[in-house]
């Protein structure tokens, strides 16, 4: 079962405006939430992440909102760039399980057009 | 290097073979996990590392595959038997002690089963 997911495959915006990225989880064990951006021939790597006691993580033109009850976190880039074209890959993790094992969305690809 | 290194690059080969992945982790990093990402999804656990032990291995899809650690430090991914659904870039990743949830990911390795 997907126990965290990404809705939508792709999304296209234009420069300078807002990109929002979406993730729905099913766990009610997970606890930490991440962000992960993803180049073509490249390894994920880490952008932002949130833990459930917050609701709101910002980090310059990145913020990851978090709705618990609703089970669903959203990545907010604005203003989006150019250079943030790429596969965007939301991440889970359950405080007793092993280590920093991560649950992952199947990710969106993001287009921002000059 | 500083990042998490990862050998080869890319693997093709032939639908019954040996194959062997290997990853070397940032340097100081106790946590060594293993992921597989296929084509339009997003990374998939396999198994995780504490120092030279496997604490975790409930994402081996089967027991084709094996993995070691054997100074707690490099690892190698082992396929046997090679089938075609093999076929996807295998990730690696490490972390450390006091991570709290954040994977360092090396670029991956593209296995092509024919």
């Known amino acids: 079962d997907q126990q965290v997911k990404q809705n939508s495959p792709s999304l296209s915006v234009q420069e300078g405006r807002i990109s929002i990225l979406n993730c729905d989880y099913t766990?009610?064990?997970?606890?930490?939430f991440l962000w992960y951006k993803k180049y073509p021939a490249e390894g994920p790597t880490f952008l932002i992440s949130i833990s459930s006691i917050k609701d709101k993580n910002e980090d310059g033109r990145f913020t990851v909102f978090l709705n618990k009850s609703a089970k669903h976190l959203s990545l907010h880039i604005v203003p989006s760039q150019p250079g943030d074209s790429a596969v965007y890959f939301c991440a889970a993790s359950a405080q007793e399980t092993s280590g920093s094992r991560l649950t992952f969305g199947e990710g969106t690809q993001l287009t921002v057009n000059p | 290097g500083a990042g998490v290194s990862q050998t080869p690059s890319n693997k093709v080969t032939e639908k019954g073979k040996y194959v062997e992945l290997r990853c070397d982790p940032i340097s100081g990093h106790t946590a060594l996990y293993w992921y597989r990402q296929s084509l339009g999804q997003g990374p998939e656990f396999l198994i995780y590392f504490q120092g030279t032990g496997a604490a975790d291995d409930s994402g081996l899809p089967n027991d084709r595959f094996f993995a070691v650690r054997p100074e707690g430090s490099v690892s190698t991914l082992k396929i046997q038997r090679t089938e075609r659904g093999d076929s996807a870039v295998y990730l690696c990743?490490?972390?450390?002690?006091?991570?709290?949830?954040?994977?360092?990911f090396g670029e991956g390795s593209r296995l092509t089963v024919l």
């Open positions: 990743a490490s972390s450390s002690l006091v991570s709290t949830g954040e994977l360092f």
């Open positions: 766990n009610s064990m997970f606890d930490y």
